[in-house]
């Protein structure tokens, strides 16, 4: 069971880049997933999340308004479209599901306690 990242790479600021996230092995349609990212020297931080139906998401603070998250779970896949790229965006993105939490009711999507299944990133660099 994985969690498999694509779509990073080099761009510009002000570019646009979309993360595909796909689950292997079993299905996530009714777990909550989410987005993270870490930057060399920092702590993994919380970027977006996304319940099982796509009824709620969530966001930081620092991508509301220019990333937007998504899923398919018919292909048991999760996406993250970044538009506006800044080069404080750079980091490996991570992407993360959840067996506990669907997303529909309270849960803590910002911590990643909340989530079991972690993919093994994607480098995201933004030049300025």
């Known amino acids: 069971v994985q969690l498999a990242e694509s779509g990073g790479g080099l761009v510009q600021a002000g570019g646009s880049l979309r993360l595909s996230c796909a689950a292997l092995g079993r299905t996530f349609s009714t777990s909550a997933m989410g987005w993270f990212r870490q930057a060399p020297g920092k702590e993994r931080e919380f970027v977006a999340a996304?319940?099982?139906?796509?009824?709620?998401?969530f966001y930081a603070d620092s991508v509301k308004g220019r990333f937007t998250i998504s899923r398919d779970n018919a292909k048991n896949m999760e996406y993250l479209r970044m538009n506006s790229l800044k080069p404080e965006d750079t980091a490996v993105y991570y992407c993360?599901?959840?067996?506990?939490?669907?997303?529909?009711?309270?849960?803590?999507?910002?911590?990643?306690?909340?989530?079991?299944?972690w993919g093994q990133g994607t480098q995201v660099t933004v030049s300025s």
């Open positions: 993360a599901a959840s067996t506990v939490y669907d997303g529909s009711g309270y849960y803590s999507e910002r911590q990643r306690s909340s989530y079991d299944y």
């Open positions: 996304i319940s099982w139906n796509s009824a709620r998401t």
